[in-house]
């Protein structure tokens, strides 16, 4: 999806195109507001999104890089083209490409997920059991919910073998 910057006639389509004109435009320091503008306008274009949408592990690594350079010391790039960036927003985006590149070596990136924390009944707490099997609207889970209590019970009922 080509991604247009508001405002300057940049635009990128993939995040090894996003890192080029990176470097392409973040180069020599020009003292002029416009131009700054225009660097915080890019750096500010590659979102969270966009860096999970990414497949490309070189780049991932390479804006990881870049990224965690740029928290510390932005001379390596002239000034730095992130510091209209927060430490925060820099070690968000490299933490983010770091695990991007991650998923993408285990596969899990490639795995289907369903949305949403797993439930597992049995791994619940008593207490929160109990107050789901009060409040959930879903009958299909306090079905689920009762039949873990009472494998819990019958689980306590019997004897131990030690105990013969």
Same mark, same amino acid.
């Given at each position: 999806?080509?991604?247009? +910057?508001?405002?300057?006639?940049?635009?990128?389509? #993939?995040?090894?195109?996003?890192?080029?004109?990176?470097?392409?435009?973040?180069?020599? +320091?020009?003292?002029?507001?416009?131009?700054?503008?225009?660097?915080?306008?890019?750096?500010?274009?590659? #979102? +969270?999104?966009?860096?999970?949408?990414?497949?490309?592990?070189?780049?991932?690594?390479?804006?990881?890089?870049?990224?965690?350079?740029?928290?510390?010391?932005?001379?390596?790039?002239?000034?730095?083209?992130?510091?209209?960036? #927060?430490?925060?927003?820099?070690?968000?985006?490299?933490?983010?490409?770091?695990?991007?590149?991650?998923? +993408?070596?285990?596969?899990?990136?490639?795995?289907?997920?369903?949305?949403?924390?797993?439930?597992?009944?049995?791994?619940?707490?008593?207490? &929160?059991?109990?107050?789901?099997?009060? #409040?959930?609207?879903?009958?299909?889970?306090?079905?689920?919910?009762?039949?873990?209590?009472?494998?819990?019970?019958?689980?306590? &009922?019997?004897?131990?073998?030690? &105990?013969?």
């Amino acid at each position: 999806m080509l991604r247009k +910057i508001p405002g300057t006639a940049l635009s990128w389509t #993939t995040m090894r195109d996003w890192l080029a004109l990176v470097y392409a435009v973040c180069g020599p +320091i020009r003292a002029r507001s416009r131009e700054h503008a225009r660097r915080e306008r890019l750096c500010r274009s590659l #979102t +969270i999104a966009n860096i999970r949408a990414c497949l490309d592990v070189e780049t991932l690594e390479e804006a990881a890089d870049l990224f965690d350079r740029s928290r510390y010391n932005n001379a390596h790039l002239h000034h730095g083209p992130f510091r209209s960036l #927060t430490r925060a927003e820099c070690a968000e985006r490299m933490v983010e490409c770091h695990n991007q590149a991650h998923r +993408i070596r285990s596969g899990a990136a490639f795995r289907e997920r369903m949305p949403g924390p797993r439930f597992d009944p049995a791994r619940t707490p008593m207490r &929160a059991l109990d107050r789901l099997l009060q #409040t959930h609207p879903d009958l299909a889970v306090v079905e689920a919910l009762r039949a873990e209590k009472r494998r819990r019970f019958e689980h306590r &009922a019997q004897p131990s073998p030690m &105990a013969a």
